[in-house]
């Protein structure tokens, strides 16, 4: 079993910027994918974006939500995932959660297979 355990989320103004990062331990394998999928109040979950681990592209993916504002980065050796987020906006709100995926194929919630428990991020105006 891998955990994931996500720190960083609190309060922030409208505008402001927030780091979340995403630490993975247990078990670890040579190619997967790291992401960040978000919950607001009364919404599904949604994928905000992810990064290849083991592939030596590091290619990222973004929701379009988020594409400009929010930036996704690895720290291999240290199995974490950080995203940068700035800009903020009140609909930004919501409970972050990082997931983990193996033999990444796509960016789905239902394709996840390993989630940490989340960090809410509240932005105020």
């Known amino acids: 079993q891998v955990q994931l355990v996500e720190s960083g989320g609190g309060l922030v103004q409208a505008g402001g910027s927030l780091r979340l990062s995403c630490a993975a331990s247990?078990?670890?394998?040579?190619?997967?994918?790291m992401g960040w999928f978000r919950q607001a109040p009364g919404k599904e979950r949604e994928f905000v974006g992810g990064?290849?681990?083991?592939?030596?592209?590091?290619?990222?993916f973004y929701a379009d939500s988020v594409k400009g504002r929010f930036t996704i980065s690895r720290d291999i050796l240290k199995n974490t995932v950080y995203l940068q987020m700035n800009s903020l906006k009140l609909e930004d709100t919501a409970v972050y959660y990082c997931?983990?995926?193996?033999?990444?194929?796509?960016?789905?919630?239902?394709?996840?297979?390993?989630w940490g428990k989340g960090t809410l991020v509240t932005v105020s105006s």
């Open positions: 997931a983990a995926v193996i033999g990444l194929r796509a960016w789905e919630v239902g394709g996840m297979d390993y």
């Open positions: 247990g078990r670890t394998f040579r190619n997967y994918g």
């Open positions: 990064i290849r681990i083991g592939w030596t592209d590091g290619r990222t």
